[in-house]
């Protein structure tokens, strides 16, 4: 361990690459319900408690955690869709707070969002093509004829035909609606893009392909990503580094190889041994459900110690960790955890060797001199005209293949 542990608002500032991206003590609340219509007297809803973060250029940062733990909240606060209570957000260095409405529109430019449901978030009436180039209209970008030029252009770089570009949402199969939905975040060439559970409403086999589709356009256009997700399974297999969120805060973040070779918290650990390996030919899948004792406690009566506590298997009942809040210390090399007895846990029941859990349970081809892995048998998500809907996947990418289709 470090002789100077540094402390939460470090990590914004923490080494190992330019930051793109960074939440400095972001807090958010909520009026919850039941107080006067001016929400006067009602109680705060604490949804985002002191989150510090630094997203580096090119790479992809994880969030995790269970539904409820303020995943969303802090992707809207990250692109300033909904207004901090309190801390900063900076893109490229620069206060989001400080930027006038036009500015803000400038940076939305460079920082865009893929939804988590590609069926809600399409207009029915429009074609994917004018889907694709309304961002392009908002921004007053090109002409009419360079504008469609362009949306053409990025539907075709996610597998559309300009045939199939002409038609409305509800002809496409899930995964090539999540494919326009990420073609219009993506038509206005951003550096960062935030994408919120984008694979958690496809079936599994499409999820894989969705998933190598966003890795060669990271790997094409050096985007940086935050990936939000609460299957750890594809946190493994897809992220550069994780943060572990509970009840609004950050309990862990490290380099995705660290955090699950070792983690240190007991939320993480929960976690992790959540994860189920798939039955070996079977249609099994992973749900990332920790297996924990006891309820989250409540956004508007937090604990006032460590947030855990009532559910931690090491700190429940010890007076520290009822008492004091642990703050987010640097542990080791780049790796924070916020708890009083960290690493208390042993690893994970299931852990083999790192990456090989998530390569079993999303069906990638095992990396090199690995042993091959057993693979899950999924139903495919055939598209509604028959369309194949399949990327070739090379060796090591998230395989169709590798589902045993
Ligand atoms: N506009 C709002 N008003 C009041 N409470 C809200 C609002 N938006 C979110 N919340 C509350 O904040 C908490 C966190 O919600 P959020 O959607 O950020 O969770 P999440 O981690 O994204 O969950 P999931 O995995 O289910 O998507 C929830 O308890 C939610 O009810
Ligand atoms: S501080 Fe205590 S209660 Fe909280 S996670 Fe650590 S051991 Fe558990
Ligand atoms: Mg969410």
């Known amino acids: 361990m470090n002789g100077e542990q540094r402390m939460n608002g470090d990590v914004a500032t923490e080494g190992g690459g330019e930051l793109i991206l960074q939440a400095e003590h972001l807090?958010?609340?909520?009026?919850?319900?039941?107080?006067?219509?001016?929400?006067?007297?009602?109680?705060?809803?604490?949804?985002?408690?002191?989150?510090?973060?630094?997203?580096?250029?090119?790479?992809?940062?994880?969030?995790?955690?269970?539904?409820?733990?303020?995943?969303?909240?802090?992707?809207r606060c990250l692109l300033r869709l909904l207004e901090p209570s309190g801390g900063r957000v900076l893109f490229d260095e620069v206060d989001l707070a400080t930027l006038d409405r036009d500015a803000l529109r400038a940076v939305r430019r460079r920082l865009q969002f893929v939804f988590q449901d590609p069926f809600a978030s399409l207009d029915p009436r429009m074609s994917a093509r004018a889907i694709v180039e309304e961002p392009l209209l908002v921004h007053g970008i090109g002409d009419r004829d360079e504008r469609r030029r362009a949306a053409i252009e990025v539907l075709s770089e996610v597998g559309l035909t300009p045939e199939q570009a002409q038609r409305p949402p509800h002809a496409f199969s899930g995964g090539q609606r999540q494919r326009i939905g990420i073609a219009r975040a993506f038509v206005l060439r951003p550096e960062v893009a935030i994408l919120d559970e984008p694979i958690s409403a496809l079936d599994v086999s499409v999820q894989a392909q969705v998933l190598?589709?966003?890795?060669?356009?990271?790997?094409?256009?050096?985007?940086?990503?935050?990936?939000?997700?609460?299957?750890?399974?594809?946190?493994?297999?897809?992220?550069?580094?994780v943060a572990v969120l509970y009840l609004g805060q950050?309990?862990?973040?490290?380099?995705?190889?660290?955090?699950?070779?070792?983690?240190?918290?007991?939320?993480?650990?929960?976690?992790?041994?959540?994860?189920?390996?798939?039955?070996?030919?079977?249609?099994?899948?992973?749900?990332?459900?920790?297996?924990?004792?006891?309820?989250?406690?409540?956004?508007?009566?937090?604990?006032?110690?460590?947030?855990?506590?009532?559910?931690?298997?090491?700190?429940?009942?010890?007076?520290?960790?009822?008492?004091?809040?642990?703050?987010?210390?640097?542990?080791?090399?780049?790796?924070?955890?916020?708890?009083?007895?960290?690493?208390?846990?042993?690893?994970?029941?299931?852990?083999?060797?790192?990456?090989?859990r998530a390569e079993r349970a999303i069906g990638v081809a095992p990396r090199p001199g690995a042993s091959p892995a057993p693979l899950a048998d999924t139903m495919a998500?055939?598209?509604?005209?028959?369309?194949?809907?399949?990327?070739?996947?090379?060796?090591g990418e998230v395989s169709h293949q590798g589902l045993g289709q």
């Open 27 to 75: 807090y958010k609340s909520f009026a919850a319900p039941g107080g006067n219509r001016l929400g006067r007297s009602a109680q705060q809803a604490i949804v985002l408690d002191d989150v510090s973060l630094g997203v580096r250029r090119g790479e992809t940062f994880g969030l995790v955690g269970e539904s409820g733990c303020g995943k969303s909240t802090l992707a």
């Open 212 to 241: 190598n589709l966003l890795r060669r356009l990271q790997l094409e256009h050096g985007l940086s990503y935050v990936f939000i997700t609460h299957d750890l399974a594809v946190a493994e297999y897809f992220c550069d580094r």
């Open 250 to 356: 950050v309990v862990e973040l490290a380099e995705r190889e660290t955090l699950f070779r070792r983690p240190l918290h007991p939320y993480s650990f929960s976690l992790l041994s959540a994860v189920p390996v798939p039955a070996l030919g079977g249609r099994e899948r992973r749900v990332a459900r920790p297996q924990l004792i006891g309820e989250v406690a409540s956004l508007t009566e937090r604990p006032a110690g460590c947030p855990f506590e009532p559910r931690c298997p090491v700190g429940r009942g010890r007076e520290v960790c009822k008492r004091e809040r642990p703050p987010l210390r640097e542990l080791d090399a780049r790796h924070w955890a916020a708890c009083h007895f960290p690493g208390e846990v042993g690893l994970p029941p299931r852990a083999a060797t790192p990456g090989a």
């Open 381 to 395: 998500d055939e598209p509604p005209n028959g369309e194949s809907d399949a990327d070739a996947a090379p060796a």
